[in-house]
Nanobody, 127 residues
Framework: VQLQASGGGLVQAGGSLRLSCSVS????????VGWFRQAPGKEREGVSC????????YYADSVKGRFTVSRDNAKDTVYLQMNSLKPEDTAVYYC?????????????????????WGQGTQVTVSS
């Protein structure tokens, strides 16, 4: 399984970015995919997750109402639409495959529950 995150960049506060996570080596329909971020000096934190098959979604409280996760199984791609960006959203963003089928409540944001990670993409939000 390989995951490739892209779409990061530099944006002003209030702006938008859409991250993409291309997934190969597995049928995306059966995979739950999470988005994480890590800022310098901070631990990696869960941002969002989209479940396999039923497309249930999870969000960190800090991004609810601003970020939207979606998937296009035909393109083997998961997206993270990020609106109303804030300087505190600045981080390296990663996508990862959840190791089970669908996360049990609360487990979606635990990095150790994911077994395949893409390289990160830098998001920088200027004030």
């Amino acid at each position: 399984v390989q995951l490739q995150a892209s779409g990061g960049g530099l944006v002003q506060a209030g702006g938008s970015l859409r991250l993409s996570c291309s997934v190969s080596g597995v049928t995306l329909d059966y995979v739950s995919v999470g988005w994480f971020r890590q800022a310098p000096g901070k631990e990696r934190e869960g941002v969002s997750c989209i479940e396999a098959r039923d497309d249930g979604t999870y969000y960190a409280d800090s991004v609810k109402g601003r970020f939207t996760v979606s998937r296009d199984n035909a393109k083997d791609t998961v997206y993270l639409q990020m609106n109303s960006l804030k300087p505190e959203d600045t981080a390296v963003y990663y996508c990862a495959r959840f190791s089970g089928s669908n996360p049990i409540a609360g487990m979606w944001a635990v990095p150790s529950q994911y077994d395949s990670w893409g390289q990160g993409t830098q998001v920088t939000v200027s004030s």
